[in-house]
């Protein structure tokens, strides 16, 4: 499973003045921030959570497959849709991709055949921008659907979410095929995505179009976001995509 590189040029209304990565393990394309600002010079690559540790649990989250590999991350919002990253789905093909549930993405305990896969209409891979995406399956998921968040403000920063994924443990790209979970707190707030810079914990290859949960009473999640991009190393910082500001485009495939 090898990483797709490509060289462009973004700008980030995040202040983010660094080298972007998108973080698909094998996925097609590349892609850039769409909050504006600065242009900056961007690469595209893949992701996993580097800091965190695996688990058996968050049953509505799992790895979106190709020929039996684990290349993204994806979570049930609805009992045949899965949310994910637009740049996991751009220019693949539904035949090819199955939904595996279970914390080895290699040795699912569930495998569901995928329909459709329908990227953001407006996603641009140069820019990164409008990076969601949704995953129609063949047939209801034997797990729960999260809800998605319905709002979110600079006031969110600075709180914990808990970011899951099937992605590597470094930016060397090892350690991937295992979900695993880690809380960050969120650092900065744009109008359709969020930042997170904590050096020692993150999103890397293979974590893209996971979820970012935000945990309330009794251990109940709710979807804030999807793992868009990050640095190259996975040590530096990382972006997700706000699901709050594409809802309508969620709530029409529901």
Known sequence: MLASHCTSSVKSSL??????????????????????????????AASSIVGGQATSGFVSVGALTRFGSPFCTGTVIAPRLVATAAHCLDGVRASTVRFALGPNGFAPQATLSVVEVIPHPQYDARR?????????????????????????????VGRQLVFVGYGATSGSGRGGGTKRAVAIPIAQVGATQFAYTDRARNTCFGDSGGPAFAVGEDNALTLVGVTSYGDSACARFGVDTRVDAYRAFLDARR
């Open 15 to 44: 202040n983010v003045a660094l080298a972007l990565v998108a973080l698909a393990l094998a996925a097609p394309g590349c892609a850039l921030a769409g909050d504006d600002n600065a242009d900056e010079p961007v690469e595209s």
């Open 128 to 156: 990164i921008s409008n990076d969601i995406g949704v995953v129609v399956l063949g047939q209801d998921a034997p797990v729960p659907a999260v809800p998605v968040n319905a709002s979110m403000d600079a006031g969110w």
